[in-house]
Structure formats: C-alpha cells, structure tokens
C-alpha cells in the first residue's frame, strides 16, 4: 500500500505539514533519523536535566501569531509557557540593557540608555512596528515565494494592494539604509545592540539585511517572546501526537536514506532494506542535505543546484548544554541573556556575542530541585570544526571563551556548573544530519538577498519543500509556516 504523503523529517517543518495534512483526512507517515522530534527545536535528557537542541525562544504563540492560529485549527491546547519582558538583558561592557517587550517601557529604556539619540532610535523603532505589521499581513496569506509556476505568480500578482505597496522603500534597503535615514548608522553602540538582535533572529547584522526582513523580525519579539514549559520539544510532542491521533504514523529512528521514483511512486529506503512507498513528498531535512538522499534522477529535476547550493553561506552553532545552581541567577527575574564579549564587541559569531538561555524556575521538568538547565549558542564558522587534528583543543578553547564571559557578567557563574556538554557543527550533523553542521538557513547577504530564497516548490512532481532553508527562513515560527505553505500546495 502506498501512503499519500510521506514526511521526511519532524523538525517543526515537517510537523506542521504532516499535522496540516492529517487534518485534512490524508494518510501520512512521518520519518525521522533521530530519537526525537523537534529536530534544532527539540530536546534530551541527561542526568536530570532537560536540555533544549537549540531554539529555546518561542515566537509565535500570542492570540493571531502562527502557532496561536495552529493550535485553534487543530484544536490542541498551548503548553504551558512564560511570557518573557524584558525579552532579555543584553550585557554589554559597559552596561545592561533591558529588552522590554512593551513599547512604552522599551522607549524608556532607550532614553536610558541613548539619552542623545533617544528620538531618533525611537522614530527607527516606529518604523520597524509599521513595517513589521505590513509583512505579517502578507505572511498571513501564505504566499509561495519565490513563484515558480503560474499559479505562484498570479498568487502573487493578486496581492499587490495598498498595503504590499507601502512595503516597496524597504524590499530594496537593508536596514543599514534605513539607519542611515535616521543618522544612527554611526551610532557605535546602537550598532552593536541591533546586530545582537539580527544575528539572533536573521542570522546577519545591519550592512547584510535586507530592510523588510529585519524589521519583521525585530517586531516579532515585541509581539511576545515565550519560554515553553518543557522547551519548544513540547509542542512538537503535541503535534506529533496529533497526527498520531488522526491514524497516521510518526516513526523516530527511521532515516530515509536513499528516495527514488519507480512505477509512480516515491521509494523512501530506510533502515534494515525497509523500503516504504508514497506517492508525494515534503521533505524537511534541509535543502543542504538533499543530494545525500534523492536518486540522480530526481535531483536533477529540482531546482537546486547542488555546487551553488554549497557556495551559499550558512552559519553552524557552537552550543553548551549545562545545568546550574540556581542561586548563580537569583538577582535576577530574566531568564534570557545576551552577552557582548567585553574583549570583542564587535564579533558576531564564536563567542563575540552569544545567548544564554534559562530554564524558567517553575519549570520542574527541566532540572533537578535547585538547578536550571541552561543553553548557550553562538553563531560559528563551519568550516573551522572539520579538521580533527585540533578539534579537542578548539573545542575546550570556545567552551572556555563563552564560559569565562559569563563569569565576568555573573561572578561565581563558573563555580555553580553542574554538567557541561559543549557542541559543535560536528555535533549538529551527527545528531540532526545537518550537513556540515549547517544551521539556521542561509544568512543574508545583501539588499536583494530574499530573492534568491529557494520556495517550498522543490521542481519535481509531487515533492515538496519546508523548513529553514526555504522561504520564509529560519526560527519555529518561519518553518512552520513553510510547513503549512507545502502541506496547501501539496493538498491544492
Ligand atoms: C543554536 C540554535 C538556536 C536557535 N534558537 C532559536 C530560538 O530561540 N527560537 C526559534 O524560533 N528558533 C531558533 N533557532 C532556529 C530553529 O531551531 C530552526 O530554524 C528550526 O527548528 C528548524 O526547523 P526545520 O523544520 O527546518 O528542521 P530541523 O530542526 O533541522 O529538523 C529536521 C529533522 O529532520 C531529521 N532528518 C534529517 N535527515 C533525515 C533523514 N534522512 N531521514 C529522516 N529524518 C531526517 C533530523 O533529525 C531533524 O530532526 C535556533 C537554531 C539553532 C541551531
């Protein structure tokens, strides 16, 4: 018997999909390598503790946002979760700054903290809020970008109304442009706190990113930034035991390793010569690591061209899982930090600016009594992590890099750490099969950078793409949406 679709991959991408296509009546079996879901929104447990993968930052649930609107449709209750204001401290050498999430109260911390420029960051933010609100009233309308059939393009050319044209100044300017605007492209200081928050949620830094994505983005945290009790992986338990609820088949340790089309449908090879047939596809592991898995013949029907593929840049993470004594954090109510190495302001990646993200304290299932379980990641250069010779040492070296700038915001932060887990590109593909440890999508490179995104349209029939490497990008909340995006198309 062939399935209707099958889903390689429950990442928050595939999830979506496959729970979208199980409520409208499909027969769905999903697929994955690993021994959990969520994929680098997932989790593991180790002596007590919960650790998150990698997103520990949930967007997406306030009443309307995309997973607000998901769970109504599936009628699933959210998790539990805490609100975070501020977003998170970010801890500067020379001070903290508050990321409030309500507008009146971030205003005033920006007059706080930029008492000369105050008006001017202000006037920037009010712009950010009215672009911000613009894309998502596109987004909302679950567009296939970039079009590749007529359909697509018609799709599209039906949107253009007054709203997408307001949006025009800020698809052709990276927001650097827009700063300038403003005077605040010299602001040393305002620089640095917006590249922080970029790199985190766009993957780049004023000079690369294109104004409209930015802004998107810088809003998003204002709508509501979550810490889900039990981590994001709880989510994607729920939808993975939706699907299972609608009859269908969620199976974790089944990679796909080999897909090829024969008599009209897809052969999904797996483990123990396991060969399972359907007849479409969306496939979630990333576009990166399409070549490894789809047979000659298909992969040259896509349209992706795997040497350019490989050429585009693509950042990996290096990550420490590690549990703390709660008393290191009992100053302070906020659970998210963004740390500015004192020595490096102006690095970006591998260590010069990181996340540490906090077990929220009534969490109980993420830590043993009187520990939290905590995440820190920084953006990394792949390619650094593939030479074995000193990968040992490199690896110790960072650890220590990120653990030392923690120490010297949170004295005794050092001496509290229970279990240390440190990760790197190496680690992200052996447990995910994120090619070259690739995470994230690919990082923007320029004013005009969104229109090389490749769309959920993956060129062959019947297959379908989502996640962080197809538009709309990276986070929870952009693969899910691209997972909802394939699982319309596929079922239109
Ligand atoms: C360190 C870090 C921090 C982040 N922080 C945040 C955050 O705070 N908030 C946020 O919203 N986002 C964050 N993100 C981004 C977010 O986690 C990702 O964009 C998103 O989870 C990616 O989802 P995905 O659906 O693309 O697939 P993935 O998460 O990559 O999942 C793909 C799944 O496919 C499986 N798979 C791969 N190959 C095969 C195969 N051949 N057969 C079967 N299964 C296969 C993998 O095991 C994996 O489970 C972060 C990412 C990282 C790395």
Redesign the pocket.
């Known amino acids: 018997m062939a399935y209707d679709v099958g889903v390689?991959?429950?990442?928050?991408?595939?999830l979506a999909a496959a729970a979208e296509l199980s409520k409208q009546g499909k027969n769905v079996i999903v697929?994955?390598?690993?021994n959990?879901?969520?994929?680098?929104?997932?989790k593991y447990e180790r002596n007590g503790y919960r650790f998150q993968s990698?997103?520990?930052?949930?967007?997406g649930f306030e009443e309307g946002g995309v997973f607000d609107t998901l769970f109504k449709s599936l009628q699933l209750q959210k998790p539990p979760m805490t609100l975070l204001n501020p977003i998170m401290d970010i801890h500067m050498p020379d001070r903290t700054i508050h990321y409030y999430r309500e507008k009146k109260e971030w205003y005033q911390e920006i007059e706080r903290n930029f008492p000369e420029s105050a008006s001017s960051i202000q006037a920037f933010y009010d712009e950010v809020f009215y672009v911000g609100q613009l894309v998502d009233q596109l987004l909302d309308r679950v567009p296939v970008f970039p079009p590749k059939t007529p359909t697509d393009w018609t799709r599209l050319v039906s949107m253009v109304n007054p709203t997408s044209v307001r949006l025009l100044p800020y698809l052709n300017q990276t927001v650097y442009d827009r700063l300038k605007k403003y005077h605040l492209h010299e602001h040393e200081l305002f620089r640095i706190f917006l590249n922080g928050e970029l790199m985190?949620s766009v993957q780049t830094s004023v000079e690369y990113c294109p104004a409209f994505l930015g802004y998107a983005a810088l809003q998003t945290f204002h709508k509501g930034a979550y810490a889900v009790h039990g981590g994001?992986a709880t989510v994607a338990e729920q939808l993975a035991d939706y699907v299972k609820s609608c009859g269908n088949e969620v199976l974790l340790r089944?990679?796909?390793?080999h897909i090829e089309k024969k008599h009209g449908h897809f052969h999904l090879h797996s483990k123990r010569n396991s060969i399972f047939e359907v007849e479409k596809l969306v496939l979630?592991?990333?576009v990166h690591?399409l070549p490894?898995?789809l047979s000659e013949d298909l992969m040259k029907q896509s349209y992706i061209h795997p040497e350019k593929e490989n050429n585009r840049e693509a950042w990996g993470?290096f990550?420490i899982h590690a549990g703390v004594d709660e008393r290191v954090f009992q100053h302070t109510d906020v659970s998210y930090h963004q740390f500015i190495a004192p020595d490096h302001p102006d690095d970006l990646h591998d260590g010069g600016q990181f996340?540490l993200?906090l077990s929220a304290p009534e969490d109980i299932r993420m830590a043993p009594e009187g520990k939290r379980s905590l995440t820190i990641?920084t953006h990394t250069d792949v390619k650094q992590w593939w030479d074995a010779d000193d990968y040992e040492q490199k690896k110790e070296e960072m650890k220590d890099r990120l653990i030392d700038t923690v120490e010297h915001y949170f004295p005794g932060f050092k001496e509290g750490l229970d279990i240390v887990l440190p990760g790197t590109p190496v680690t992200?593909q052996k447990?995910?099969?994120?090619r070259d440890g690739k995470?994230?999508?690919y990082a923007p490179t320029g004013r005009y950078s969104w229109l090389n995104s490749y769309s959920i349209r993956s060129g062959i029939k019947d297959v379908y793409l989502?996640?962080?490497?197809v538009f709309p990008g990276?986070?929870?909340?952009?693969?899910t949406l691209s997972?909802l995006m394939a699982a319309r198309e596929l079922l239109r």
């Open positions: 390689v991959g429950a990442g928050f991408g595939g697929f994955e390598a690993s959990e879901l969520g994929g680098s929104a997932g990698g997103a520990t930052v949930g967007m985190d994001l089944y990679p796909i390793h979630n592991h990333s690591n490894d898995t993470a990550i996340l993200s990641s992200f447990w995910l099969r994120r995470v994230g999508g989502c996640g962080d490497t990276a986070g929870t909340l952009g693969v997972g």
